[in-house]
């Protein structure tokens, strides 16, 4: 699925979704598709969807250089990047930007059920004033198999979290961006809930994200997030 550009407009359906791969029992590969959520007032809207596709080869399927943008006039609760009940999937080089969103907004987001995900150089920015935005929500991270997180950008400007983590398990983490303007930076939400003001404190208790760092990225464009 290459270079393709979707633009999702009201009125629309609840669940709604600009790419959606599902049952899928073979590798995949989805690279340079655009995706623009466009004045959608209501429900639930998905940028990408990855849905229960089990893949068993050696290869990984994978989303390469994607790009999601929810524009500033949304008021629709935005997965932009959403992979649930899936396995052996590769995410590097896409960029999420989520301005404009309604009661919940989420960048990256990993549903419980999947395992075997791999997540490089991608870049996340949520300028939503939303409390309940997240620029990575790891719901699945304690499946089996690995999530790896490598080389990201997850910042969220409009007072949510960079990361929701349900479990260190089976999770590796480093050589990210992270950043919030809001409270609370990481927050692990199962085993022994937690949350991290700063990047030093979820160092400390995590040993995760050794060298990562916690400053605001200098986006001189709010779309390409160049």
């Known amino acids: 699925l290459i270079a393709n550009t979707v633009t999702l407009k009201a009125p629309l359906s609840s669940g709604s979704a600009g790419i959606l791969l599902s049952a899928l029992d073979s590798v995949f590969i989805a690279t340079r598709n655009q995706v623009v959520l466009d004045s959608v007032v209501s429900g639930l809207t998905y ?6 596709t089990i893949n068993t080869s050696r290869d990984s399927s994978a989303l390469l250089g994607n790009r999601v943008e929810a524009k500033g006039n949304n ?37 419980p059920g999947s395992s075997s995900v791999r997540c490089y150089n991608n870049t996340v920015n949520m300028r939503a004033a939303l409390p309940n935005s997240y620029a990575a929500y790891l719901s699945g991270s304690a499946s089996s198999g690995n999530l790896v997180l490598r080389n990201n950008v997850f910042s969220n400007e409009g007072g949510g979290r960079a990361v929701l983590l349900s479990n260190t398990s089976h999770f590796s983490s480093d050589y990210n961006l992270l950043h919030t303007n809001g409270p609370v930076l990481v927050q692990q939400a199962t085993g022994t809930p937690s949350q991290f003001a700063t990047l030093p404190a979820w160092k400390a208790a995590s040993n995760w994200d050794r060298n990562s760092i916690g400053i605001a990225p200098a986006f001189t464009d709010t779309v390409t997030l160049r």
């Open 47 to 52: 940028g990408i969807s990855v849905n229960n």
């Open 75 to 111: 008021l629709a609760a935005v997965f932009a990047l959403y992979i649930a009940g899936s396995r052996n999937v590769y995410a590097a080089n896409n960029v999420i930007a989520i301005n404009g969103a309604g009661s919940a907004a989420y960048g990256l987001y990993l549903a």
